[in-house]
């Protein structure tokens, strides 16, 4: 007999998402795992008590089909909605595409608050537990990072608010800021180049580097990861909790320290040191 149900965003092998369904399905739970592409989600599709959801999250039919297969083999509860589904960015402000900076919005703001409005007859009658996936981006100014961080930050604030305002119906809300895990690699970011005259061209390859994940920062085991946050969920945690690679170092230094002491340790190996020497 299971302990409860889990719907999970974004479990595409080898991130965060999948490694959560690996979490909750050995703790016992029933697990909706969830990804835009079924083909993605190899790792977990044999799985006992775990069912494969079809969800882009950011497309209305995908949210209400989602919905109503787990409304009806769950009896219209949900114990915990997993908000994991996101997409990395990385470009100088200066030549970010607004209409991809707003695409990338419908995925980490909008497309999580739609999955949650859709799922909260469940969750209510569940008393259950809202998590939104956020990241230390969201306190830095690491450069080229700045949408992505932006967007993930915008997610956290209506996950804030959000847990004021379904504290009325005994739903709880939870903020995990995420600090860097091992993934299978952003090879999204192969082909990832500047637009045309950027500024930024002479330190292009230092950026596609970063983009990749291969600036050197130390990343924590994603399956030591999911099994600490899913027992931090199962504990009735709400509010913010902060896990990950460097999560305590930011969350000190976010809170008491300096933003220029915090300013000089992002910009280590962004390549901005050779932009100020290119422009003296």
Request: charged fraction near 20%; include cysteine.
């Amino acid at each position: 007999m299971s302990k409860g149900s889990v719907l999970i965003t974004g479990c595409s092998d080898g991130g965060a998402g999948s490694a959560l369904v690996m979490a909750f399905q050995s703790e016992g739970y029933r697990v909706f795992a969830s990804s835009r592409n079924l083909k993605t989600m190899s790792k977990i599709e044999d799985l006992p008590n775990v069912k494969l959801l079809q969800l882009d999250v950011t497309k209305t039919e995908d949210i209400r089909t989602a919905t109503e297969v787990v409304r009806e083999e769950t009896n219209g509860t949900l114990t915990f909605l997993i908000n994991c589904a996101a997409r990395n960015y990385f470009m100088p402000l200066l030549d970010q595409d607004i209409e991809a900076g707003k695409a990338l919005y419908d995925t980490n703001v909008w497309g999580p608050l739609a999955v949650t409005q859709a799922f909260a007859p469940l969750l209510i009658k569940a008393k259950g537990t809202v998590v939104f996936i956020t990241s230390l981006s969201g306190y830095l100014n690491v450069p080229y990072q700045g949408t992505f961080a932006a967007s993930k930050r915008s997610e956290e604030i209506m996950a804030e608010t959000l847990r004021l305002e379904l504290a009325p119906f005994h739903v709880k809300v939870l903020s995990v800021v995420t600090g860097a895990i091992k993934t299978m690699g952003q090879t999204h970011f192969d082909d990832w180049k500047l637009p045309e005259g950027s500024l930024y061209t002479p330190v292009e390859s230092t950026i596609r580097d970063r983009a990749r994940g291969q600036e050197g920062a130390p990343r924590m085991e994603t399956a030591d990861y999911a099994k600490r946050v899913v027992s931090e969920i199962i504990k009735g945690k709400s509010g913010k909790f902060w896990y990950g690679a460097s999560a305590g170092v930011v969350k000190f230094g976010a809170t008491w320290l300096p933003t220029s002491w915090m300013d000089s340790g992002v910009q280590i190996k962004t390549g901005l040191d050779v932009l100020v020497e290119q422009n003296k």
